[in-house]
């Protein structure tokens, strides 16, 4: 199978106001299946990652989250096919309030390597107000951030049950100052939920994951 790389993009609505993780993808050289197109891959992963991760999100966000899609795009080849999952109803889980959604719990994400700029972060809103005490997740909504990480890592990460696809950290800086799309990409091999709750209103959408 060829080295595709591919970023997958999901939407949900909280509060009135759009909301978005990314996920970047690098398809590897060992796979029990045999996809006949770049479609077939992409629609694929897509499938995995909606039956397993999708629904430990759900389990950490409350009913004010509306789910609204899932997209995937090609970003090597360029150009390459894109494909969208609707959701038509569901969301969140968690019967209460959501505090704001510039609140959000926080995945630390770790390539292994040393240094800050292999190091990434993931942001997960619609935090349930009553799980939430002084800024810190308490222990369920904790437990509920880090089953999120640890389903990335057991279906996409180094001993993964998926072992056509690997969750990858992307590098921006890097690849903003010229490096190759492949190169600007390192393998995620730990996740770590932080029991701070990260308040700030503005994120670069895709920044650090």
């Keep these: 199978m060829s080295n595709n790389i591919f970023l997958l993009r999901f939407h949900y609505e909280l509060h009135g106001q759009n909301c978005e993780n990314g996920y970047w993808f690098h398809g590897t050289s060992v796979c029990s299946l045999t996809f ?19 629904p430990r999100i759900a389990s950490f966000m409350t009913d004010d ?3 609204q899609r899932l997209d995937g795009v090609t970003k090597d080849p360029q150009f390459g096919p894109v494909h969208s999952i609707i959701y038509t109803s569901g969301g969140g889980i968690q019967a ?3 505090l704001p959604g510039f609140n959000a719990g926080v995945l630390s994400l770790y390539t292994g390597n040393g240094g800050r ?3 990434g972060r993931s942001y997960y809103s619609s935090v349930p107000e009553d799980r939430a005490v002084d800024g810190v997740l308490d222990g369920a909504s ?32 890097a690849f903003l100052s010229g490096v190759p799309l492949q190169n600007a990409l390192s393998f995620i091999v730990e996740t770590r939920a ?16």
């Design 117 to 119: 700029q292999n190091r």
């Design 65 to 67: 989250a509306h789910f």
């Design 36 to 54: 006949p197109d770049v479609l077939s891959e992409l629609t694929q992963l897509m499938t995995q990652w909606d039956n397993t991760v999708r």
């Design 194 to 209: 932080r029991r701070e709750i990260r308040s700030q209103r503005h994120r670069m959408l895709g920044h650090g994951a």
């Design 96 to 98: 209460n309030d959501a």
């Design 142 to 173: 904790f437990l509920d951030l880090q089953a999120i990480g640890d389903e990335l890592l057991l279906r996409f990460g180094p001993s993964t049950t998926f072992p056509c696809w690997r969750y990858m950290l992307f590098h921006q800086k």
